[in-house]
């Protein structure tokens, strides 16, 4: 079978681009009309390549609030979908890896509520990386902005009492490797900035630097000494405050075994977060933490059987981030454990189930809270471009504040059209 894809001659678009900007949008559509068969993405315009398809769905909730008060409803959605990447001409060297780089994902949703009434979204997430990887001597540079929208659905909701809740993000940064021989020095310095226009209180800028010798003990696997300190300054100054953090961590990174992969690490953290000033109270003792610390991503995937494979994850997560209203220090962790598995050619099964712990460690705010979620989703390739997808999951988010709980069932049905 051929793919469709739609060619523009992007010399002829350029042109006119210079001379009248809104013709970009008429050609765009006029590419999709009239469109020519070719073995390659469905939409070619230059150095732009991407996937356009369609996706269409219902979704039944018995709690769209997400709240101590469940409502069940009913809707409908549907909406386009766009991935790909854009290479520009720019190079600083010979090599190909050597090239500016644009890469985006995303699509846009409606959805009809039958109680609710109609809303539109971007879908989560959404997100468009810059990178520009360069050589100066032995010396690797990788320039890189990441900028990304989560409109969060039941999977990565925290909060309570909305159906989703909106975060933007723009991370940029600096990064320089070296390797001697089995031995390497990572140099990075980033700027990450973060606004939440449903909670405003965690919106903030942060600044990190880290230096990091390691030794690689094979190609896929390395021991890392990490140093860095972190400058944080969230936008609200009643609730939380400017702080900076130091950590020094010894660990292991990379492919540990054939089915065990992460990174491990165990190091000393000194927070400390200038004096708080309150609706209640101002000018209250400033507050930190000192002690040791450890991070933990770790991943093990393994076939039971040649039509199965099971996995699970385990994170530990102490830091610095802004999760929870009103709070400066966070404590995150959890484990996920999911299989996978192929009822047939064109039909994979896969349940999995999780359970997440955070809680606060400074600030004026005592939240805790605990997220456990089962589900299981059912996807069947019909051709080469439809596909549909059934998904059930259940969540239960506990809390010992009031009015912080809620239980949840979702369905969602979806079929998802690649053209």
């Not at 006119?16 to 009309?33: E, K, N, Q, S, T």
């Not at 060297?93 to 979204?121: H, I, V």
């Not at 520009?132 to 010396?139: M, S």
């Not at 990572?186 to 942060?206: I, V």
Request: aromatic content about 12%; overall charge neutral.
């Amino acid at each position: 079978m051929r793919r469709r894809t739609w060619r523009l001659p992007f010399a002829c678009c350029l042109v006119r681009w210079r001379c009248r900007p809104h013709y970009v949008a008429w050609l765009i559509a006029w590419a999709l009309l009239c469109g020519s068969v070719v073995d390659a993405e469905n939409f070619i315009w230059g150095p732009l390549h991407m996937t356009v398809g369609v996706n269409v769905g219902v979704k039944y909730t018995d709690n769209v609030k997400n709240n101590s008060t469940p409502k069940e409803d009913f809707g409908i959605e549907c909406g386009p979908t766009f991935n790909g990447d854009l290479k520009l001409p720019v190079r600083f060297g010979d090599s190909p890896e050597e090239q500016l780089t644009l890469a985006t994902s995303f699509g846009f949703t409606y959805r009809y509520w039958l109680s609710g009434g109609q809303e539109t979204s971007f879908n989560s997430p959404i997100g468009a990386v810059f990178a520009l990887p360069v050589h100066f001597g032995e010396w690797l540079v990788t320039v890189n902005d990441n900028f990304s929208f989560r409109n969060d659905p039941l999977e990565s909701l925290v909060a309570v009492g909305t159906r989703s809740s909106s975060e933007y993000s723009n991370n940029g940064s600096i990064m320089g490797t070296r390797r001697f021989g089995l031995f390497a020095l990572t140099l990075s310095g980033q700027r990450s900035d973060k606004w939440a226009p449903q909670n405003p209180s965690t919106d903030e800028t942060t600044y990190s630097f880290l230096v990091t010798p390691s030794v690689f003990l094979r190609e896929t696997l390395s021991v890392f000494w990490a140093n860095s300190v972190g400058f944080v300054f969230p936008k609200d100054h009643i609730s939380r405050s400017d702080g900076i953090n130091l950590t020094s961590m010894v660990g292991v990174s990379g492919m540990i075994t054939p089915a065990i992969s992460g990174s491990v690490g165990v190091g000393y953290a000194h927070s400390q977060f200038d004096p708080v000033q309150s609706h209640t109270a101002t000018n209250s003792a400033s507050g930190g933490t000192d002690g040791v610390t450890a991070n933990i991503g770790l991943s093990y995937a393994n076939p039971l059987r040649p039509n199965t494979t099971h996995a699970i994850s385990m994170f530990y997560s102490p830091g610095v981030t802004a999760t929870m209203l009103d709070s400066n220090y966070q404590t995150t962790y959890g484990t996920t454990y999911s299989i996978t598995h192929l009822l047939s050619r064109s039909l994979t099964m896969a349940p999995q189930v999780g359970w997440t712990h955070s809680q606060s460690e400074s600030g004026l705010s005592q939240q805790a809270y605990d997220i456990i979620f089962v589900g299981v989703n059912f996807s069947r390739t019909f051709t080469r471009h439809l596909t549909g997808i059934l998904t059930y999951r259940y969540q239960d988010r506990m809390s010992p504040q009031p009015n912080q709980n809620y239980q949840v069932n979702e369905v969602r049905v979806n079929f998802q059209y690649t053209f």
